[in-house]
């Protein structure tokens, strides 16, 4: 039954959650979009460590790649076409139905050795533009965590059909696919740049007005989650992450990650404009955190900021980074102010507090900490290559 939020903001921002939230872990098979991406790959990481028992990715690997994946799974690759199309007349199966028997199903063919491997994640690669490539990943999953997309404001503004096809179509896709497979509990990557320019704190109550491409594309994904849990009945949740940072982000062009990696490699960093506008940094365990607290609740056709509460300027980011490298690498952080980039709104941070009261979630780790421990994996792990191509790719883009 869904629960209406009321939201009494911004005063209150702190709610005790509700004693009765059931937040169990679904143990069944998850297919997760953009698996092999930065957000993917930790979830991955979580839900191994949980004992989810099996785990789908479809990626086009147009951003991630297998060894990203590697880093946290033995994963193994099955073609698009051995996995078997759905049969007419039994696809909409009954929401109580579906629960048992497609759990036993794919746990049972997986433990049984159906699959010829003895690892619990595979890799489909295919493109969720592509309707029948979705139809059949989507085949016996018991969630769905739709992460594929064309990430960020700069390229939805280089090009706005890009992000429309991959964000808009890609996730009617993929919502068809839950819909013609039975599957339930659709997570939906979406976005705090739905809501555009704005007097933060963000809330789920706010009228959206996006700013860019993206925004717009993530807000129309939105709508149609909204409509398959009303029309449908699919158990759609959208997340609105803030700005997301953490170990395995080598690839991003996000502040934190793009910063870190020039620094490393003796880089001076651009800081758009004068490098006071906010944003709010969640640290991706913390996020992860809210993805496993949705697809476990029963809470459904509802939209949830996932963020931290707090706003954080770019340059208090960059104080402490430079402290931090410093301390940890002896390296100085160098910077340079240029142009304000279009699309970017001034001030973004979000109340969190429906995500408190609902899903029983408050994200744990503070901004310096979560730095710290993102900047040790780079030291860790961020090859000296990797670094170098990464910064090249920026400079291609
Ligand atoms: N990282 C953030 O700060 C942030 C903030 C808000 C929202 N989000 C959303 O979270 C999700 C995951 O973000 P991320 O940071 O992990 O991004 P990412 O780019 O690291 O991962 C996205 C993955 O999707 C795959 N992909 C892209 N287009 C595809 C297509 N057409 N078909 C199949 N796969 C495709 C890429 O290869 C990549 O592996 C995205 O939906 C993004 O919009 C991220």
Redesign the pocket.
Known sequence: MREKHKLSIPEEREYSPSSTIPNSLPRGSWLI??????????LIKRLLADGVPYIRV????????RK?LNRVCNSSEIEISSLVTPVTGDRRRSTEHRGGLSRLTMADQFSSGGFHTSSPVHLTV?????AS?CLHAAKDMDVIV???????VAPSVENPRLDM???VV?TLNMLEAARENGTNRFI??????TIGECQPPIHEELVPHPVSP?GAS?LAGEGYCSAYYHTFGRETVCL??????GPL?S??S?VIAKFIRQALAGEVCEIHGDGDQTRDF?Y?ED?VDAVVKAAGSDVAGETFQIATNKEHTVNEVVRILSNQLQTKAGCALLTTNIGSRVGDVRRNFSNTSKALRLLNWRPQVRLDEGISRTLDWFLTNGQKEEVVSAILGDLEQ
């Open positions: 979009t953009g698996g092999a991406g930065f957000i993917g790959c930790n479809l990626d086009n690997l147009s951003v991630g790649a990203d295919g493109d969720i533009r592509d490539v739709h992460l594929a997309a064309s990430t960020g096809e991959i964000n890609g939906f990557a979406s976005s705090g740049a993206y993530k609105r992450f803030g700005n997301v940072y982000s690839h991003k996000s969640i991706v996020l």
